[in-house]
C-alpha cells in the first residue's frame, strides 16, 4: 500500500474462520454492512480485541445504536438528519465514533449520499454535533462510468474534502482501487480481491 493510505478488507459474507486467517497476515480493519451478521462473527473473533470494525453499508435509522455500540468506524453518513441520530445516540453510549460521510457526485439512483451543495449548506451544523470523530468523505461511482471517469469522481471526492480540511477518503474498490489511490483515496474497500466470492 501507498504511504498514507489504507486497507479496508471489506469481510461481508466471508466466514469469521477466514477473518481470522488474515488477521494473522496483520489485516486488522475488517468491513461489514449488516448489523445483525456482523455481531456473531465479532463474538467468535472477541478473542482478537485489536480488531477495528467498519460500518460499510446503508444504515437505517433504527439500527443506528447497534452499530454506534459495536463499530469503530462508520463510512455510510449520508444525510445530516442520520447524522444528528447518531450523535444524540452516541453521547447516550458514551461513544465517539469515526465517521465519513457519503457524497454523491454524479446522478445516481442506485446510491445515496450529500450532494456537494447540500452538504457545504449543512455543514456548520454537521461540525456542530458532539460525539461524533468526523474523519473524511466516502463515495462511490455508479457502475456505469469508466476507469477514467472514476478517477475523475474520485479526485473530485479528494478536492471536496480537502476543501473541508478532513483527512481522510475512503473510495476505491475491488474493481478500481488503483485510480482511486492516484484520486487520492486513503481507504481503499476491498472484498473479493482478499477473500474470493462470498462465502455466507
Request: charged content about 30%; some cysteine.
Amino acid at each position: 500500500m501507498p504511504l498514507g493510505a489504507s486497507l479496508l478488507a471489506v469481510s461481508k459474507g466471508q466466514h469469521p474462520r477466514s477473518i481470522r486467517k488474515l488477521s494473522e497476515y496483520g489485516q486488522l480493519d475488517f468491513g461489514e454492512s449488516r448489523l445483525q451478521e456482523a455481531l456473531p462473527k465479532k463474538n467468535e473473533l472477541k478473542d482478537l480485541n485489536q480488531l477495528r470494525w467498519h460500518f460499510v453499508g446503508k444504515l437505517q435509522k433504527n439500527k443506528v445504536r447497534g452499530v454506534v455500540k459495536e463499530f469503530d468506524f462508520i463510512h455510510s453518513v449520508d444525510s445530516l438528519r442520520l447524522m444528528e441520530r447518531i450523535s444524540r445516540i452516541s453521547q447516550e453510549e458514551q461513544k465517539t465514533p469515526k465517521i465519513f460521510l457519503q457524497v454523491k457526485l454524479r446522478d445516481d439512483p442506485q446510491k445515496g449520499g450529500f450532494l456537494k451543495q447540500d452538504l457545504l449548506k449543512s455543514w456548520p451544523n454537521i461540525l456542530s454535533l458532539k460525539n461524533i470523530h468526523l474523519i473524511g468523505l466516502m463515495t462511490i461511482p455508479p457502475i456505469a462510468l469508466n476507469l477514467s471517469q472514476r478517477k475523475d469522481l474520485f479526485c473530485e471526492c479528494r478536492s471536496l474534502a480537502d476543501h473541508l480540511e478532513l483527512k481522510h477518503c475512503s473510495m476505491g474498490m475491488s474493481n478500481d482501487w488503483e485510480e482511486a489511490l492516484e484520486g487520492g483515496a486513503t481507504w481503499i474497500r476491498l472484498g473479493s480481491l482478499l477473500f474470493g466470492q462470498r462465502k455466507l
